[in-house]
């Protein structure tokens, strides 16, 4: 897929396919997740609406917590096999759980515990396999690229291909992991549905071991500094030995002799050139503070992002619900819900290509920029066609509402699936703009031993999202559940429920943060700018 393209050699290849392999897996458990929630737990909408954001929110924000824990002990190869075993551990567990619901029904509140446990094992396994592996296969590369994301960088690079083809190759794996996973589970039981997953990431992590003599590995040296973690800790000791007054009391007959040899002998061993490198560059001994900045100088954009990853949540969650309401027979075919969420990844694969062939070179005909857009513009397209994807979902399920209620004897909408369609594509071409340019931005704006941190950083957009999707569904509950008259907009009977409110509030809002994210993109300073 990749081996070829511009540079990108083999482990980098393997690495794409292995992290393919990986959000299969993922995608697998997580896109159908909301129906094993309400059919077999018996959970509310509502409930399983927030248990499912909560669990994605957990699992986005896991790397911040695992990544410079990781990155303090551990080199990323050795991080990536243990992440992932503990990943395979939580997959085996999990369809434990749906074996003993299966063959005993009287069991299914005594695993609810060792259900939640387990999607926890699964949470913390990816904590340090996502951002390791990604970051691992980004130093694949032969020569080391700083990607300096600037607003007007017109030079295209390694890096920025790496994370195309990157994304293209898990938009692959989540496609097949939803579409083949989500007919598995409604069809053959959850039991198959939870262990082909399972199978997948046991072999994505053979695959790793067997590339491991052709993967470009950092030296030691390179690596211990490159780890942002134990870099904290050795500024703190630097800058309270500098802040630390020094006294010597000396005898009055030695003061003279002793101050000699202190002129012509230094205090630390000059082969280090620890003192040297403080003199030549006096923000080596502030790493602390400089990795507070980086992290304090992103956070700005990084909030206004975060209403795109609630706005992602909505397929997993209210529009596989809404599915399984709507007419979805072909023939005698009956196409699965979750399903729908594969015209995303479609969407993903089948226009990505076009980016680079039509796209760049048009906005380079008009911009007069080596790379078209900046990667500003490129998250701030795809926020754009966020909000009209959630107009579209909330126009069309209008239309389901009204329709319901006018059948209100029949218990499927004359109203065919693919009406979903049209949002569902458009947030999978939101996708290709906003997602890829995080990952290229955040990779970029941070410091080379931050790296790691920076990609993290990315999927805790998704995280923190996800749990403000489920604080803004029980605020929301709270409100409209207390009016009376018309009820819940989460109603379990979804005649009743009024999604299509929800789809406008949700439009409004990210509108109001594009608005915001604008003004910010005006006064930000890239990192190369500022060293500049």
């Not at 081996?3 to 995608?27: D, Q, W, Y």
């Not at 790691?452 to 403000?468: C, I, K, N, P, R």
């Not at 009820?487 to 949700?506: M, N, P």
Request: net charge positive; proline share 4%.
């Amino acid at each position: 897929m990749a081996g070829g393209h511009r540079g990108l050699n083999k482990s980098c290849t393997v690495l794409i396919v292995i992290a393919g392999m990986e959000r299969f897996a993922f995608k697998g458990v997580a896109s159908n997740l909301v129906t094993y929630l309400t059919d077999v737990v018996k959970m509310s909408n509502s409930a399983a609406a927030k248990t499912v954001n909560s669990w994605v929110g957990l699992t986005s924000i896991m790397p911040l917590l695992v990544v410079p824990l990781a990155d303090s002990y551990c080199d990323r190869y050795s991080t990536i096999l243990a992440s992932s075993s503990l990943y395979v551990l939580g997959l085996v567990a999990l369809t434990s759980t749906a074996f003993a619901s299966a063959s005993s029904p009287a069991s299914k509140i005594s695993t609810s515990s060792f259900r939640f446990w387990s999607l926890c094992l699964i949470s913390l396994g990816q904590g340090g396999y996502n951002p390791s592996l990604q970051a691992f296969g980004a130093e694949q590369l032969e020569t080391e690229d700083e990607l300096p994301c600037t607003k007007d960088d017109q030079k295209p690079n390694k890096k920025s291909v790496f994370f195309q083809w990157w994304y293209f190759g898990v938009c692959t794996g989540s496609l097949l992991g939803v579409t083949v996973m989500s007919y598995i589970q409604d069809t053959f039981g959850w039991v198959l549905g939870f262990a082909m997953p399972t199978l997948a990431m046991v072999l994505s992590i053979v695959f790793f071991s067997y590339g491991t003599r052709i993967y470009r590995y950092i030296s030691k040296d390179e690596s211990m500094h490159n780890r942002s973690f134990s870099g904290m800790v050795r500024s703190i000791k630097e800058i309270v030995s500098k802040l630390k007054p020094t006294k010597i009391s000396l005898s009055n007959e030695k003061s003279a002799t002793v101050e000699l040899e202190l002129q012509e002998k230094p205090l630390c061993n000059q082969n280090s050139g620890s003192m040297n490198a403080l003199e030549q560059n006096p923000q080596k001994c502030n790493n602390l503070l400089m990795n507070a900045r980086v992290v304090l100088r992103l956070l700005p954009i990084w909030t206004m992002l975060l209403v795109f990853a609630i706005i992602f949540q909505q397929p997993v969650t209210f529009f596989t619900k809404q599915g399984m309401t709507m007419k979805r027979n072909i023939g005698s075919f009956k196409i699965p819900p979750a399903t729908l969420q594969s015209a995303i990844t479609v969407s993903i694969i089948l226009l990505m290509p076009l980016y680079d062939k039509v796209l760049i070179p048009t906005t380079r005909l008009i911009t007069r920029k080596e790379k078209g857009i900046s990667v500003m513009q490129r998250m701030g397209i795809g926020m754009f066609l966020s909000i009209i994807a959630m107009v579209i979902a909330a126009v069309v399920e209008m239309r389901r509402v009204e329709i319901s209620r006018i059948e209100s004897k029949s218990e499927t909408v004359p109203l065919s699936i693919f009406l979903l369609l049209p949002q569902s594509i458009l947030l999978g071409v939101s996708d290709i703009f906003t997602v890829v340019g995080m990952q290229e931005f955040f990779y970029g704006e941070v410091p080379v031993r931050m790296r790691t941190m920076g990609l993290a950083l990315y999927t805790s957009v998704f995280g923190v999202g996800s749990f403000l999707s489920a604080l803004l569904i029980s605020l929301v509950e709270f409100f409209t559940s207390s009016r009376g008259k018309e009820g819940s907009w989460f109603s379990d009977d979804l005649c009743e429920a009024r999604l299509d409110k929800y789809y406008w509030l949700l439009a409004l809002l990210s509108a109001l943060s594009l608005f915001f994210y604008v003004i910010l993109c005006r006064f930000f300073k890239s990192r190369s700018e500022l060293e500049n």
